[in-house]
């Protein structure tokens, strides 16, 4: 799957992950990834891949940052160890990876 998004507004948000969330893999889901009812204000769906539950003072921090950001979007984060089974089935079946783990 491709992400929908300009290669200026990646570099933003992978920047902004880098930051948050370093060593863990974030996947984006949703329409900017199936590209369904897609317009220019259509929010990113990202999920934080990671064994436990992140803290919410992680998740708010990070949040804060993309609300700092210059993105002409809203990005959503959700945090994986949170999520009901069902949900991550689903993102695992449309996703694209926009952080990867570097493996050691």
């Given at each position: 799957?491709?992400?929908?998004?300009?290669?200026?507004?990646?570099?933003?948000?992978?920047?902004?992950?880098?930051?948050?969330?370093?060593?863990?893999?974030?996947?984006?889901?949703?329409?900017?990834?199936?590209?369904?009812?897609?317009?220019?204000?259509?929010?990113?769906?990202?999920?934080?891949?990671?064994?436990?539950?992140?803290?919410?003072?992680?998740?708010?921090?990070?949040?804060?940052?993309?609300?700092d950001?210059?993105?002409p979007?809203?990005?959503?984060?959700?945090?994986?160890?949170?999520?009901?089974?069902?949900?991550?089935?689903?993102?695992?079946?449309?996703?694209?990876?926009?952080?990867?783990?570097?493996?050691?």
């Amino acid at each position: 799957m491709a992400l929908c998004i300009e290669s200026d507004h990646l570099e933003t948000v992978q920047r902004i992950l880098a930051l948050h969330f370093e060593g863990l893999e974030v996947w984006a889901h949703g329409a900017r990834v199936t590209g369904v009812d897609l317009t220019p204000s259509t929010e990113l769906e990202l999920v934080v891949i990671a064994e436990s539950p992140l803290s919410f003072e992680v998740m708010t921090t990070a949040e804060k940052a993309f609300v700092d950001s210059d993105l002409p979007f809203r990005v959503d984060i959700m945090d994986w160890a949170k999520l009901p089974e069902s949900l991550q089935k689903q993102i695992k079946k449309e996703h694209d990876v926009v952080q990867s783990v570097e493996e050691s």
